[in-house]
């Protein structure tokens, strides 16, 4: 008889987009050797397990909802946090006391934060960690950029959005400082939130042809982000031929040097997207090239299911977490402070419209 993997994750087979695909793919992952069930992450359920059952996956923040509240219970047979990591106080507090009661946590994000870890409050966590990189099927994102624009005449995209309960860190103000200094003209963006004087096309259903056709259009993507685990939409404008040009805390490595711009020096930012911008289009199509073979090796979701497997099969990690007072204090100081925090307005709605549809849904 199978055991049971209960995962907490945004699941929607119909859905190849994240947070879905990563959802979808831990799915894929456990379904041959576990009966699998799926359960919101803003839920108020609470899981009671068999013994030996499995439960992984995405908690929120708010301390009744059903990954915090099934987590306690002894008949697991291992508890694996998976969720998106960053060297953000704010971002991150909400985890303290969580991390000690699971037997791992997978991250997802670059190797820039795990680097980070040795010298942050976030060191203690370090034995229970495993990185896990982002995943992406290129042919859900087709190959677009044909033709790159004429020296002087090329044009950077901005795509992301602003949710509290997502990365609020995408640093726009660095963003719209940046675009007035190289020039608006050569600007836009796509998301929820226009930014500065920045041409803004909205949100954007990027199955449809005609909006790739707009993206073609644009050369580069840019993202500056000082607190970002893994910008999916990085992976997504390399598949489509986009160059990203990224601050090193979007948390991403590996790519060309020349496309990474430092967090608070404009002036070598102005520096490097005019050298881009001139750059001979051979280059230009070398570097693009390197990314996608880059993407294709590293950035898939093969590469993903393995270390979710690996984690599962491992023996059970014993390491116990132990905090200073001081550390607790600071961790609660943040959570209180962080957007993210459960009993802001946002945060607080998203859970009350999770829960009335599921239980008018038992009630129909």
């Known amino acids: 008889m199978k055991k049971t993997a209960h995962i907490i994750y945004p699941f929607d087979l119909k859905k190849k987009i994240n947070p879905w695909s990563i959802g979808n793919n831990l799915f894929y992952t456990l379904k ?52 998106p990591f960053n060297g953000d106080i704010k971002q991150m507090s909400h985890l303290y006391d969580l991390i000690p009661l699971c037997d791992d946590f997978i991250a997802i994000c ?47 995209l901005y795509v992301g959005n602003d949710y509290s309960y997502n990365n609020f860190a995408k640093n726009v103000d660095y963003l719209k400082l940046i675009s007035e200094k190289i020039g608006i003209s ?21 199955t449809k042809k005609k909006n790739l056709k707009l993206v073609a259009k644009y050369d ?14 990085v992976l997504e404008a390399i598949s489509w ?25 404009i002036s070598v930012v102005e520096k490097k997207l005019k050298y881009l911008q001139y750059l001979d289009e051979k280059k230009l199509i070398k570097i693009q090239n390197k990314n996608i073979k880059i993407l294709k090796k590293k950035y898939n979701w093969l590469n993903f299911r393995k270390t979710i497997r690996r984690v599962i099969n491992s ?17 609660e100081n943040n959570r209180k402070r962080s957007p993210n925090h459960y009993l802001r307005y946002k945060i607080l709605f998203s859970i009350i419209k999770t829960n009335a549809k599921i239980l008018l849904s038992k009630i129909i």
């Open 32 to 83: 041959d050797k576990y009966d699998v069930k799926t359960y919101t992450w803003t839920s108020l359920e609470k899981i009671y397990p068999k013994r030996n059952d499995i439960l992984i996956g995405h908690c929120h923040t708010n301390p009744l909802t059903i990954f915090r509240r099934s987590v306690a219970n002894k008949n697991w047979y291992k508890k694996i946090l998976v969720q």
């Open 110 to 156: 670059g190797n820039y934060w795990i680097k980070y870890l040795n010298n942050s409050i976030f060191k203690v966590w370090k034995k229970k960690i495993t990185q896990v990189d982002l995943g992406l099927d290129p042919k859900q994102y087709p190959f677009i950029k044909k033709k790159f624009n004429e020296p002087g005449k090329r044009k950077f």
């Open 186 to 206: 050569n600007f836009g963006t796509i998301g929820n939130k226009k930014v500065g004087q920045i041409y803004h096309h909205g949100w954007t259903d990027f």
């Open 220 to 233: 580069f993507l840019i993202h500056t982000s000082s607190y970002d685990a893994n910008p999916s939409t």
């Open 241 to 265: 031929g986009l160059i990203p040009i990224l601050t090193k805390q979007c948390g991403y490595e590996g790519f060309n040097y020349k496309t990474y711009i430092p967090l608070n020096d």
């Open 315 to 331: 023996k059970k990690n014993n390491f116990n977490i132990k905090y200073t007072k001081k550390k607790i204090k600071h961790f």
